[in-house]
């Protein structure tokens, strides 16, 4: 049997806003605070789409 990946919407929501205040501050220190809010929640999305899987929906 094949596992597929846990991912969930809650976890991709939550990364992006996540990441977009941190990837603010990150790139406010750089000099560019909108690239740093785009690769934040890049990065922060797909971070938690697929490490923070959240209850699983038995039915």
């Not at 597929?4 to 976890?11: A, I």
């Not at 605070?33 to 038995?58: D, E, S």
């Amino acid at each position: 049997m094949i596992r597929t990946p846990h991912r969930n919407g809650r976890g991709l929501f939550l990364g992006a806003v996540l990441g977009a205040v941190v990837g603010y501050f990150a790139g406010r220190a750089l000099g560019n605070p909108a690239i740093g809010i785009v690769l934040g929640a890049l990065a922060g999305a797909a971070l938690l789409y697929r490490v923070n899987p959240g209850r699983r929906n038995r039915r």
